[in-house]
């Protein structure tokens, strides 16, 4: 354990690798090996590192939207770069290269605070940079593919560094062509446009109300986030606090048809036009079934938000999933509505640990 293998200057391995403390979850996990790379040239070595191996890869950012089984069999790699530069400053626009490994909270304060307008609504989301295209981070009117010009990715196959713009990314509701394609990419810094005016995104609901309880204008970015963050707080348990993963469960959109059968049933349901469906709230139908606060040994519900699975100790992947299937069960039974996970899980061909959660309810 902690013997060290170095290919390169670039490049150090790491074996029997203890993740307990690299998920959000705090869920015990070890993995055969674990390498940090600084750049896209140094992730493809680690990658034919891994091939000559035999190894199979994941890639992990800070962990926050990844349930960890207890032994991963391969090679886990982070980006580690934490750069952020400004590559061009014209009229309103500025553009920015951002490493994947910078925090993602830790970008929205560095923005705020040089009155830059595009991602204030996106702060306290916890996870990496790199994580955030993957799944396309949302919240509250807010989403990564309206700011971000293009994502730099190492193809797993064959090691070319690449430049995929938005369109080639194929952004969608918390989804993308990185998270359809588990496997595929390893995704090593991005590059964002953010303006310099700008008005707040006050439409989603409580937005208006805690700027009011501020005394806030939302006339800066910095004001957003403040906001922004106070309301987050209230909402959802802190992952240092009560391990946790964020949302554990999409949004599901449902057909007008149904929600209309739906709502002939229970009135106070919640749902919001989303193209030619409806979205439903899946916090609301998770605390009809009765799970809010629930616990089953080592791991839970939230107590503040049906929509937030945690572990209080104890347990491993294995329980966390069980209640996970037996919630989503009951939605099932009950309205007849499917719940898709959210987090991934490494070892079942999705993108594993390189997503970062929306908050409960949001976008």
Known sequence: PGVGLRMSDAVTWMEDADLATSNSLRLPSRARWLVSVPDAPAAVEALAGASAKGLTLWVLGEGSNVVLPSQLDGLVLRVSDEDIRILEHRGDSVRLRVGAGVHWDALVHWAAERDLWGIENLALIPGSVGAAPVQNIGAYGQELASSCIRVQAVERTTGRICWLDAAACAFG???????????????????????????????????????????????????????????????????????????????????????????????????????????????????????????????????????????????????????????????????????????????????????????????
């Open 173 to 363: 509701y918390r989804d993308s062509r990185f998270r359809r394609e588990p496997g595929s990419w390893v995704i090593t810094a991005l590059e964002l446009s953010l303006r310099t005016r700008g008005q707040a995104e006050v439409g989603y609901a409580g937005v208006r109300d805690i700027l009011g309880e501020l005394g806030l204008a939302g006339a800066s970015p910095g004001e957003m986030v403040r906001a922004i963050s106070t309301l987050r707080r209230r909402k959802l348990p802190d992952p240092a606090q009560l391990p946790n993963a964020g949302s554990f469960f999409k949004n599901p959109v449902v057909s007008m048809a149904t929600f209309a059968q739906l709502r002939a049933r229970d009135q106070d349901l919640p749902g919001t036009e989303a193209g030619d469906g409806v979205k439903l709230s899946a916090a609301w139908l998770i605390e009809r079934c009765g799970w809010r606060g629930f616990r089953r040994g080592g791991v839970g519900v939230a107590p503040q938000h049906a929509l937030v699975l945690v572990h209080h100790g104890g347990a491993d992947a294995r329980a966390l999933l069980a209640l996970a299937a037996d919630i989503a069960d009951s939605v099932r039974d009950r309205f007849g509505v499917e719940l898709e996970q959210e987090p991934t899980v490494p070892g079942e061909g999705r993108p594993s640990g390189a997503s970062a959660p929306d908050g409960p309810g949001q976008g």
